[in-house]
């Protein structure tokens, strides 16, 4: 049985930073390529970040410079540092990978 799962998110001021983590089981881990995403009231999910199995990333040029992801590969873990919040960033974060999804962790930027 796959799982994802979130943890990290919570409320923080403009200009925080938070880390998510993503634990994984029930896949192979290290051949997968990873993904956060999110989604804001009223708005459709959009890929944050990805990172590839062997490690080259992209990420939504709203975030470039402010989120980072990374992987764990021993861990079976995918991480996104993100600084320099804004409050257009209020979403909850979805972990991803193939076919699977995360339940989510709220994040929640206050002005």
């Known amino acids: 049985q796959v799982q994802l799962v979130e943890s990290g998110g919570g409320l923080v001021q403009a200009g925080g930073s938070l880390r998510l983590s993503c634990a994984a089981s029930g896949i192979i881990f290290s051949i997968n390529t990873m993904g956060w995403y999110r989604q804001a009231p009223g708005k459709q999910r959009e890929l944050v970040a990805g990172?590839?199995?062997?490690?080259?990333?992209n990420y939504a040029d709203s975030v470039k410079g402010r989120f980072t992801i990374s992987r764990d590969n021993a861990k079976n873990k995918v991480y996104l540092q993100m600084n320099s919040l804004k409050p257009v960033y209020t979403a909850v974060y979805y972990c991803?990978?193939?076919?699977?999804w995360g339940q989510g962790t709220q994040v929640r930027v206050s002005s």
């Open positions: 991803h990978s193939a076919l699977y």
């Open positions: 990172i590839h199995r062997y490690g080259s990333t």
